[in-house]
């Protein structure tokens, strides 16, 4: 079950966190992985782990809040590898702040990654899927989207409009044979909280990490392969039935306080 032989699939972010274990489930599942990143370097360490686990995976460098950079190696993809099976949208950038502390430029940057990025990536997806006959969009969406979240006003509003997308894809093109889903995770044990640890909180980067794990009715973090095991099983052919979903995988978060 949850095979994904002869797919082809694009993850962006893939470089490191949940992207990275993401392009690798894949890969160990069957697929051909383009490991998108907007660092080289990034995407070649995880196709280098995907190639000596004996998998099939390509590096490229992409700033997927430029649309003709995305328009040039999707396409480049498609020609290349014939299809787009899968595309998980997981680059993203987060920001802390309320709505009077955050600026102009923290807003402009955080949609310019968070929200264009995910339109461009889906847009020259989607065009080659409808060509080719159907295909998978898988869109990394937050809580913040379904919830209030202290301090997170700007990253909660990029995230909204994933879960909107998503939604607004997934009808639009269900008769094109393309499922568009999200998944919605709670706080994720990644490098980027440990360096939020360590960048905001020198000496007591235990101590916080404690408190942030608690933070989650379940009492820890999520793993980045948990999420990936439920992004496998969304863009797998098990999943066949289901589009137009968000999926909390959260810890309880939003349900259980």
Do not use: W
Not at 30 to 59: P, R, Y
Not at 140 to 167: H, N, P, Q, W
């Amino acid at each position: 079950m949850f095979k994904l032989t002869d797919k082809v699939a694009l993850v962006t972010g893939a470089g490191s966190g949940i992207g990275q274990a993401i392009a690798l489930v894949f890969a160990r599942q069957g697929a051909h992985v383009e490991v998108i990143d907007l660092k080289l370097e990034a995407a070649q360490i995880t196709v280098d782990q995907i190639i000596a686990a004996g998998g099939s995976a390509q590096a490229s460098a992409c700033d997927v809040g430029d649309h003709l950079a995305v328009k040039t190696l999707f396409e480049s993809i498609a020609i290349r590898r014939s299809k787009i099976d899968i595309l998980v949208n997981n680059a993203g950038v987060a920001h802390i702040g309320t709505l009077l502390t955050t600026s102009e430029a923290d807003l402009d940057r955080l949609y310019r990654i968070n929200i264009k990025g995910v339109f461009n990536c889906a847009q020259v997806a989607v065009e080659q899927m409808v060509k080719q006959g159907g295909g998978v969009v898988l869109n990394m969406c937050s809580i913040a989207a379904e919830m209030g979240l202290a301090d997170r006003f700007a990253y909660s509003m990029t995230k909204g409009a994933v879960l909107s997308m998503t939604l607004s894809m997934a009808k639009d093109f269900i008769k094109s044979g393309i499922r568009s889903n999200c998944i919605c995770p709670a706080r994720v044990h990644t490098p980027f909280v440990d360096g939020f640890l360590a960048n905001t909180y020198p000496g007591r980067e235990a101590e916080m990490f404690q408190k942030l794990s608690e933070a989650q009715p379940i009492g820890r973090m999520a793993r980045p392969d948990e999420i990936a095991h439920l992004a496998l099983y969304l863009c797998s052919d098990e999943a066949g039935f289901i589009t137009g979903c968000s999926y909390p995988i959260d810890g309880g978060a939003v349900n259980l306080r």
